[in-house]
């Protein structure tokens, strides 16, 4: 009996940068620490899982 069920959200924003700034910027997120650091006030964890279709 699964406890939780699984939840996707989905969200889209325009980004007025090049491909290489942002692959800059999300290859940075490493930790909550480095997560934290984009906004302080607004995010409060970071926490990501791979899984593969099919």
């Known amino acids: 009996m ?3 069920e699984d939840v996707t959200l ?3 924003i ?3 940068t090049t491909p290489e700034k942002i ?4 290859s ?3 930790d909550d620490k480095s997560y934290r ?3 302080p ?3 409060v964890a ?3 899982s791979i899984q593969k279709k099919g």
């Open 46 to 48: 970071l926490c990501f």
């Open 10 to 12: 989905k969200h889209s």
């Open 37 to 39: 650091a984009w906004h």
């Open 28 to 30: 940075g997120l490493v």
């Open 23 to 26: 692959f800059e910027f999300l």
């Open 41 to 43: 006030d607004d995010h």
């Open 14 to 16: 325009e980004i007025r």
């Open 2 to 4: 699964k406890m939780m």
